[in-house]
């Protein structure tokens, strides 16, 4: 985890999240059922449809195009997290997610 300017891709939403993925990554699709579960909001970003977000993404990882990459309004993000890490930075800004299987 790191941080960095906010996403220029945020889309308009109430969204406090940003999700940047792939439709076919099975990492993306357990991110965002965990997300979906709990009810928080994000916007997400197909990688594969936009390549000015690929770009960015490229620049917060230095290089590679790891998915899913989580980036929150604080300019903290996750890269490829496990469902505990997932929940242990969702408590730490305040959604804690305790109530999901892991």
């Known amino acids: 985890m790191t941080t960095h300017d906010p996403a220029p891709h945020r889309a308009e ?3 406090e999240l940003v999700v ?4 076919w990554c099975p990492d993306v699709r357990r991110s965002r059922a965990l997300l979906d ?4 909001a994000y916007d997400y ?5 936009d390549r000015a977000a690929t770009e ?3 620049g917060l990882q ?6 899913p990459t989580l980036l929150w309004p604080d300019g903290t993000f ?7 890490q ?11 997610v305790t109530d999901l299987a892991g």
């Open 45 to 49: 970003v197909d990688l594969d449809e």
């Open 20 to 23: 940047y993925g792939t439709g």
């Open 86 to 96: 997932l929940r242990a930075h969702l408590s730490r800004t305040g959604r804690p």
């Open 78 to 84: 996750l890269v490829e997290p496990t469902d505990d």
């Open 62 to 67: 230095q290089g590679p195009r790891r998915v």
């Open 13 to 15: 939403t109430e969204a």
């Open 37 to 40: 579960s709990a009810g928080i």
């Open 56 to 58: 960015f993404v490229r």
